[in-house]
């Protein structure tokens, strides 16, 4: 059989995570409320209930200073505006999964895909009764305001186009969401490189974005030598798994952009610089296997 070499490439190329910006990552137990109230630490709304009546509160709370109700209003809000998309998303996956030969060892991988997608479209669909498409359409603005505001989580979901309330055919200067994140994405991506919750996610980032041949999709310059050189710092604290999936990006990338011996030893030098970089990361505990967007449900808010 034929080797593979197209990476998975998570955040932008797969059509699922850019229209819902839910990420297969697992999220600990510790984290399955949310305040909604700064004055009142015993009022808490749970994950995963139906959103509409919370509306209010919530911007009450937002507006009072709360940085995690003002996450869990751009997430909340921003799923309900792309509800339908992530319906047809889960509806396009089912159908690749089952369009593929039985024999085929990804088939497997494909079907949990999609049947997890499927899972978060419904779940889109009942949390988001009764939103108006006024407040579904502003939810990128509370992901950028808990941004601004340093929740680092927000951050790369929004810098990651995730949240952003970006349509990327229609990136154009009349469009509001598309000016503010040309000005406001740069700088939240450069925070969270330099340390944080979401320093490890935005290297994938860096890595998609200095690669990418596709300038809607970028933020940063294209760069080949410092695409590879994200993928091999985190391929330093990769857990095994994910090293295979780095490996296959790098191995891709090098052919792809005709890489030479001198640029692989730039990628070298560039590689040990970001590493010296990366803080409180232990050996194995990178793994975007699923892939890099902060959640599939508001837990990420409470980071």
């Given at each position: ?6 990476p998975l ?6 059509l699922m995570?850019?229209?819902?910006g839910?990420s297969l ?8 409320q ?7 630490t015993?009022h808490?709304l749970?994950?995963?209930?139906p959103?509409a009546?919370h ?8 507006i009072?200073g709360?940085?995690k109700?003002?996450c869990?209003?751009g997430?909340?809000?921003d799923?309900?505006s792309?509800?339908?998309?992530l319906d047809?998303?889960a509806t ?17 991988r ?6 997890t997608?499927?899972k978060q ?5 009942r949390?988001c009764?009764?939103v108006?498409?006024?407040d579904?359409?502003?939810g ?11 929740h680092?989580q927000a951050a ?9 309330g970006l ?6 200067d009349?469009?509001?969401?598309w000016?503010?994140y040309?000005e406001n994405a ?11 919750s ?7 980032y ?7 041949e ?8 294209f760069?080949?030598i ?5 993928y091999?710092t985190?391929?330093i ?8 999936v ?10 792809t952009?005709?890489m ?9 030098k560039y ?9 409180n990361i232990?050996?194995?505990?990178i ?6 967007a ?6 990420y808010?409470n980071?």
């Open positions: 059989m034929k080797k593979n070499l197209k490439f998570i955040v932008g190329c797969i995570a850019v229209l819902s839910f990552l697992a999220v600990s137990s510790d984290s399955r949310i305040s909604t109230n700064p004055a009142d015993k808490f749970e994950l995963e209930v959103i009546g509306i209010s509160p919530l911007k009450v709370s937002s009072g709360d940085i109700a003002t869990r209003l997430f909340e809000l799923r309900c792309l509800s339908t998309a047809r998303s396009y996956f089912e159908k690749r999964a089952a369009a593929m030969d039985t024999d085929d060892p990804s088939k497997s494909r079907a949990n895909f999609a049947n997608i499927r479209a419904d779940q889109a669909k949390v009764v009764g108006s498409k006024k579904a359409d502003d990128w603005r509370y992901t950028l305001l808990a941004a601004k505001k340093g680092q790369i979901r929004y810098v990651m186009q995730v949240g952003a349509n990327l055919a229609e990136l154009t009349s469009n509001d969401a000016l503010s040309k740069p700088i939240l991506f450069s925070d969270a490189l330099t340390g944080g979401a320093q490890a996610q935005a290297y994938v860096a890595a998609f974005n200095h690669l990418s596709r300038p809607g999709w970028r933020i940063l310059p760069d080949p410092k695409g590879v050189a994200y091999e985190l391929k604290y990769a857990s095994s798994p994910y090293k295979e780095l490996d296959r990006n790098i191995e891709y990338s090098i052919k952009k005709n030479s011996a001198s640029d692989l030893e730039q990628v070298s590689s040990r610089e970001l590493a010296a970089k990366l803080v232990p050996i194995g505990g793994d975007f296997v699923y892939g890099v902060p959640s599939e449900n508001a837990a808010c980071l």
